[in-house]
Protein backbone atom coordinates (compact mmCIF):
# COMPACT_ATOMS: atom_id res chain seq x y z
CA UNK A 1 0.00 0.00 0.00
CA UNK A 2 0.90 3.72 -0.58
CA UNK A 3 0.33 4.65 2.83
CA UNK A 4 2.63 2.12 3.97
CA UNK A 5 5.71 4.58 2.38
CA UNK A 6 8.02 6.28 4.47
CA UNK A 7 9.91 9.17 4.39
CA UNK A 8 13.08 7.66 4.92
CA UNK A 9 12.93 5.03 2.09
CA UNK A 10 12.39 8.13 -0.34
CA UNK A 11 15.27 9.65 1.34
CA UNK A 12 17.42 6.24 0.49
CA UNK A 13 15.73 6.19 -2.83
CA UNK A 14 16.93 9.81 -3.87
CA UNK A 15 20.14 8.93 -2.40
CA UNK A 16 20.96 6.01 -4.71
CA UNK A 17 19.96 7.63 -7.57
CA UNK A 18 22.03 10.57 -6.76
CA UNK A 19 25.50 8.56 -5.72
CA UNK A 20 25.15 5.80 -8.39
CA UNK A 21 25.23 2.76 -5.95
CA UNK A 22 24.21 1.53 -2.63
CA UNK A 23 27.13 1.41 -1.19
CA UNK A 24 28.02 5.22 -2.14
CA UNK A 25 24.72 5.87 -0.68
CA UNK A 26 24.92 4.04 2.59
CA UNK A 27 28.36 5.93 2.89
CA UNK A 28 26.15 9.41 2.46
CA UNK A 29 23.57 8.09 4.91
CA UNK A 30 25.67 7.29 7.30
CA UNK A 31 24.49 3.43 7.45
CA UNK A 32 25.81 -0.08 6.51
CA UNK A 33 24.95 -1.39 2.57
CA UNK A 34 22.33 -4.06 3.67
CA UNK A 35 19.70 -1.10 5.01
CA UNK A 36 20.24 0.51 2.27
CA UNK A 37 19.16 -2.28 -0.02
CA UNK A 38 16.62 -3.42 2.50
CA UNK A 39 15.29 -0.03 2.33
CA UNK A 40 15.10 -0.19 -1.35
CA UNK A 41 13.79 -3.17 -1.83
CA UNK A 42 10.85 -2.67 0.90
CA UNK A 43 9.78 0.87 -1.31
CA UNK A 44 9.80 -1.89 -4.30
CA UNK A 45 7.70 -3.88 -2.17
CA UNK A 46 5.42 -1.52 -1.19
CA UNK A 47 4.79 0.09 -4.66
CA UNK A 48 4.66 -3.20 -6.79
CA UNK A 49 7.34 -2.06 -9.05
CA UNK A 50 11.33 -2.40 -9.87
CA UNK A 51 13.00 0.58 -9.27
CA UNK A 52 16.31 -0.15 -9.87
CA UNK A 53 17.49 -2.69 -12.32
CA UNK A 54 20.36 -4.58 -10.81
CA UNK A 55 21.99 -6.92 -13.38
CA UNK A 56 25.21 -4.77 -14.11
CA UNK A 57 27.81 -3.62 -11.98
CA UNK A 58 26.15 -0.41 -10.57
CA UNK A 59 22.28 -0.38 -9.94
CA UNK A 60 20.49 1.49 -12.94
CA UNK A 61 17.25 3.65 -12.66
CA UNK A 62 14.30 1.64 -14.66
CA UNK A 63 11.55 3.69 -16.49
CA UNK A 64 9.34 3.33 -13.67
CA UNK A 65 11.80 4.43 -11.58
CA UNK A 66 13.34 7.51 -13.39
CA UNK A 67 9.60 8.09 -13.78
CA UNK A 68 8.57 7.90 -9.70
CA UNK A 69 11.81 9.86 -8.73
CA UNK A 70 10.47 13.40 -9.74
CA UNK A 71 7.94 12.92 -7.51
CA UNK A 72 9.59 11.76 -4.95
CA UNK A 73 12.04 14.91 -5.22
CA UNK A 74 8.90 17.20 -5.01
CA UNK A 75 7.81 15.33 -1.78
CA UNK A 76 11.13 15.57 -0.17
CA UNK A 77 10.95 18.69 -0.93
CA UNK A 78 7.61 19.96 0.42
CA UNK A 79 8.45 18.02 3.46
CA UNK A 80 12.00 19.98 4.03
CA UNK A 81 10.25 23.36 3.45
CA UNK A 82 7.71 22.70 5.83
CA UNK A 83 9.90 21.35 8.74
CA UNK A 84 12.05 24.65 8.51
CA UNK A 85 8.77 26.86 8.59
CA UNK A 86 7.63 24.99 11.60
CA UNK A 87 10.93 25.22 13.44
CA UNK A 88 11.47 28.92 12.28
CA UNK A 89 8.22 29.81 13.76
CA UNK A 90 9.67 27.96 16.97
CA UNK A 91 12.95 29.56 17.25
CA UNK A 92 13.93 32.46 19.15
CA UNK A 93 15.70 35.71 17.47
CA UNK A 94 19.24 34.80 15.11
CA UNK A 95 22.18 36.00 16.61
CA UNK A 96 23.02 36.47 13.24
CA UNK A 97 22.24 37.30 9.34
CA UNK A 98 24.34 35.96 7.22
CA UNK A 99 23.12 37.67 3.68
CA UNK A 100 24.26 37.66 -0.22
CA UNK A 101 23.33 40.09 -2.54
CA UNK A 102 23.34 40.04 -6.36
CA UNK A 103 26.21 43.04 -7.72
CA UNK A 104 22.75 44.24 -9.35
CA UNK A 105 20.56 44.97 -6.86
CA UNK A 106 20.58 48.83 -5.70
CA UNK A 107 22.56 48.53 -2.32
CA UNK A 108 20.66 51.58 -0.87
CA UNK A 109 17.41 49.29 -0.65
CA UNK A 110 19.34 46.96 1.70
CA UNK A 111 20.59 49.51 3.72
CA UNK A 112 17.18 50.94 4.06
CA UNK A 113 15.84 47.63 5.16
CA UNK A 114 18.71 46.59 7.36
CA UNK A 115 17.89 49.79 9.56
CA UNK A 116 14.50 48.97 9.61
CA UNK A 117 15.33 45.63 10.73
CA UNK A 118 17.99 47.11 13.38
CA UNK A 119 15.28 48.82 14.56
CA UNK A 120 13.34 45.83 16.02
CA UNK A 121 16.32 43.31 16.60
CA UNK A 122 19.43 45.87 17.38
CA UNK A 123 21.47 42.75 19.05
CA UNK A 124 21.45 40.89 15.73
CA UNK A 125 24.79 41.18 13.85
CA UNK A 126 24.88 41.28 10.08
CA UNK A 127 27.25 39.48 7.60
CA UNK A 128 26.92 41.33 4.04
CA UNK A 129 28.71 39.80 1.14
CA UNK A 130 28.04 41.22 -2.39
CA UNK A 131 28.84 38.57 -5.47
CA UNK A 132 28.25 38.35 -8.66
CA UNK A 133 25.69 35.81 -11.09
CA UNK A 134 25.79 32.39 -9.35
CA UNK A 135 27.29 33.61 -6.52
CA UNK A 136 24.13 34.26 -4.67
CA UNK A 137 22.49 31.18 -5.10
CA UNK A 138 26.03 29.19 -4.45
CA UNK A 139 25.91 30.57 -1.39
CA UNK A 140 22.87 29.75 -0.47
CA UNK A 141 23.00 25.79 -1.24
CA UNK A 142 26.55 25.93 0.64
CA UNK A 143 25.05 27.17 3.35
CA UNK A 144 26.80 30.15 3.88
CA UNK A 145 24.08 32.69 3.66
CA UNK A 146 20.87 32.81 5.05
CA UNK A 147 19.25 34.93 3.08
CA UNK A 148 19.79 36.01 -0.59
CA UNK A 149 18.99 38.56 -3.30
CA UNK A 150 19.47 36.99 -6.57
CA UNK A 151 18.66 39.41 -10.18
CA UNK A 152 17.27 37.21 -13.32
CA UNK A 153 15.74 33.93 -14.17
CA UNK A 154 18.95 32.17 -15.56
CA UNK A 155 20.06 30.24 -12.51
CA UNK A 156 17.31 28.58 -10.78
CA UNK A 157 17.33 25.83 -8.24
CA UNK A 158 14.39 23.54 -6.57
CA UNK A 159 16.19 23.91 -3.28
CA UNK A 160 15.84 27.48 -3.24
CA UNK A 161 12.75 29.49 -2.61
CA UNK A 162 12.28 32.89 -4.39
CA UNK A 163 9.64 35.83 -3.81
CA UNK A 164 9.81 38.73 -6.42
CA UNK A 165 10.67 41.95 -5.10
CA UNK A 166 11.47 44.67 -7.72
CA UNK A 167 12.13 44.73 -11.27
CA UNK A 168 16.38 46.42 -12.44
CA UNK A 169 16.75 48.22 -15.71
CA UNK A 170 19.66 47.24 -17.28
CA UNK A 171 21.24 49.23 -19.88
CA UNK A 172 23.99 48.85 -22.35
CA UNK A 173 26.43 52.17 -22.35
CA UNK A 174 29.61 53.33 -23.49
CA UNK A 175 31.96 56.32 -22.46
CA UNK A 176 30.84 59.22 -24.44
CA UNK A 177 34.27 59.61 -25.56
CA UNK A 178 34.35 55.95 -26.94
CA UNK A 179 33.82 55.70 -30.65
CA UNK A 180 30.63 53.44 -30.31
CA UNK A 181 29.05 57.07 -28.95
CA UNK A 182 29.78 58.85 -31.87
CA UNK A 183 26.82 56.62 -33.54
CA UNK A 184 24.03 58.75 -32.17
CA UNK A 185 21.06 58.45 -34.68
CA UNK A 186 18.00 55.51 -33.34
CA UNK A 187 19.22 51.83 -33.66
CA UNK A 188 22.56 53.26 -35.67
CA UNK A 189 24.25 49.98 -33.89
CA UNK A 190 23.92 46.59 -34.50
CA UNK A 191 25.13 43.48 -32.35
CA UNK A 192 28.26 43.04 -35.37
CA UNK A 193 29.01 46.17 -34.73
CA UNK A 194 28.91 46.05 -31.07
CA UNK A 195 31.33 42.57 -31.75
CA UNK A 196 34.20 45.01 -33.15
CA UNK A 197 34.74 46.67 -29.89
CA UNK A 198 36.36 45.31 -26.48
CA UNK A 199 33.31 44.40 -24.31
CA UNK A 200 33.30 44.63 -20.44
CA UNK A 201 32.25 40.94 -18.82
CA UNK A 202 31.62 40.55 -15.32
CA UNK A 203 33.26 36.90 -14.20
CA UNK A 204 31.61 34.49 -12.06
CA UNK A 205 33.16 33.23 -8.91
CA UNK A 206 31.02 30.15 -8.51
CA UNK A 207 31.19 27.23 -10.55
CA UNK A 208 27.31 27.42 -11.63
CA UNK A 209 27.88 29.28 -15.11
CA UNK A 210 30.73 27.73 -15.73
CA UNK A 211 31.51 27.40 -19.09
CA UNK A 212 28.36 29.66 -20.22
CA UNK A 213 28.14 33.12 -20.87
CA UNK A 214 24.91 35.51 -20.62
CA UNK A 215 25.12 38.62 -23.05
CA UNK A 216 28.32 38.38 -24.17
CA UNK A 217 28.31 39.73 -27.88
CA UNK A 218 31.82 40.55 -28.55
CA UNK A 219 34.56 38.25 -29.10
CA UNK A 220 36.94 40.75 -27.56
CA UNK A 221 36.49 40.85 -23.59
CA UNK A 222 37.48 42.19 -20.61
CA UNK A 223 36.38 40.18 -17.64
CA UNK A 224 36.38 42.01 -14.34
CA UNK A 225 35.54 40.95 -10.99
CA UNK A 226 33.91 43.28 -9.57
CA UNK A 227 30.66 45.34 -10.82
CA UNK A 228 32.91 48.66 -9.73
CA UNK A 229 35.78 47.61 -11.81
CA UNK A 230 33.23 47.44 -14.90
CA UNK A 231 31.92 50.46 -14.31
CA UNK A 232 35.20 52.07 -14.00
CA UNK A 233 36.56 50.63 -17.05
CA UNK A 234 33.51 51.63 -19.02
CA UNK A 235 33.86 55.16 -18.20
CA UNK A 236 37.49 55.11 -18.70
CA UNK A 237 36.18 54.59 -22.12
CA UNK A 238 37.80 50.75 -22.74
CA UNK A 239 35.07 49.33 -23.73
CA UNK A 240 31.21 48.80 -23.72
CA UNK A 241 29.12 47.02 -21.14
CA UNK A 242 25.79 46.97 -19.32
CA UNK A 243 25.25 48.27 -16.29
CA UNK A 244 22.18 48.40 -13.73
CA UNK A 245 20.35 51.96 -14.05
CA UNK A 246 20.56 52.95 -10.29
CA UNK A 247 24.41 52.45 -10.85
CA UNK A 248 25.06 53.95 -14.03
CA UNK A 249 22.48 57.06 -13.36
CA UNK A 250 24.53 60.08 -12.09
CA UNK A 251 27.25 58.72 -15.19
CA UNK A 252 24.80 59.23 -17.81
CA UNK A 253 22.93 62.20 -16.32
CA UNK A 254 26.75 64.01 -16.01
CA UNK A 255 27.68 63.11 -19.23
CA UNK A 256 29.89 60.39 -18.91
CA UNK A 257 28.16 57.53 -20.22
CA UNK A 258 25.97 57.30 -22.76
CA UNK A 259 23.72 54.51 -24.10
CA UNK A 260 24.47 52.79 -27.15
CA UNK A 261 21.99 53.58 -29.92
CA UNK A 262 20.94 49.99 -30.52
CA UNK A 263 17.91 47.80 -30.53
CA UNK A 264 19.95 44.74 -29.91
CA UNK A 265 20.10 45.00 -26.12
CA UNK A 266 16.65 46.26 -25.87
CA UNK A 267 14.30 48.84 -26.47
CA UNK A 268 16.58 52.36 -25.82
CA UNK A 269 19.29 49.84 -25.14
CA UNK A 270 17.98 48.69 -21.62
CA UNK A 271 16.05 45.45 -20.65
CA UNK A 272 14.26 45.05 -17.37
CA UNK A 273 15.55 42.25 -15.41
CA UNK A 274 13.56 40.64 -11.81
CA UNK A 275 15.31 40.65 -8.50
CA UNK A 276 13.99 37.46 -5.86
CA UNK A 277 14.27 37.32 -2.33
CA UNK A 278 15.83 33.77 -1.82
CA UNK A 279 16.46 30.97 0.95
CA UNK A 280 16.78 27.53 1.10
CA UNK A 281 13.14 25.98 1.59
CA UNK A 282 14.67 23.51 3.76
CA UNK A 283 16.47 26.91 6.50
CA UNK A 284 13.92 28.31 8.90
CA UNK A 285 14.03 32.17 8.35
CA UNK A 286 14.30 33.34 12.07
CA UNK A 287 12.64 36.51 13.28
CA UNK A 288 15.18 38.66 12.16
CA UNK A 289 15.10 37.32 8.56
CA UNK A 290 11.72 37.91 8.43
CA UNK A 291 11.75 41.79 9.08
CA UNK A 292 14.08 42.27 6.59
CA UNK A 293 12.26 40.69 4.17
CA UNK A 294 9.33 42.40 5.05
CA UNK A 295 10.74 45.82 5.09
CA UNK A 296 13.15 44.83 1.47
CA UNK A 297 9.86 43.94 -0.31
CA UNK A 298 7.48 46.99 1.01
CA UNK A 299 10.75 49.57 0.10
CA UNK A 300 10.58 48.16 -3.48
CA UNK A 301 6.78 48.05 -3.92
CA UNK A 302 7.03 51.97 -2.94
CA UNK A 303 9.92 52.20 -5.39
CA UNK A 304 8.15 50.48 -7.88
CA UNK A 305 5.19 52.68 -7.79
CA UNK A 306 7.29 56.07 -7.83
CA UNK A 307 9.09 54.84 -10.95
CA UNK A 308 5.91 54.27 -12.42
CA UNK A 309 4.09 57.74 -11.23
CA UNK A 310 7.37 59.29 -13.30
CA UNK A 311 6.53 57.61 -16.13
Excluded: C
Amino acid sequence: MLDALTLDQMRVFAAVADSGSFRAAAGRLSRVQSAVSHAIANMEAELGLTLFDRTGHRPVLTPEGRALLANVRDILLRVDAMRARAKGLGEGVELELPLVVDTLFPLALVGAALNEMRAHYPSVAIRLAVEPLGGPINGLLQRHYALGIVVGEELRDPRVAREALLSVPIVAVVSARHPLAARTEPDALGAADLADHLQIVQSDPSPLTEGRDFGVISPQTLRVSSQDTKQAMIVAGLGWGRLPLWQAARDLAEGRLVRLATAALGRDSEVTMEAYLAHRIDAPLGPAARAFGAALKRLGATRDEQIATRS
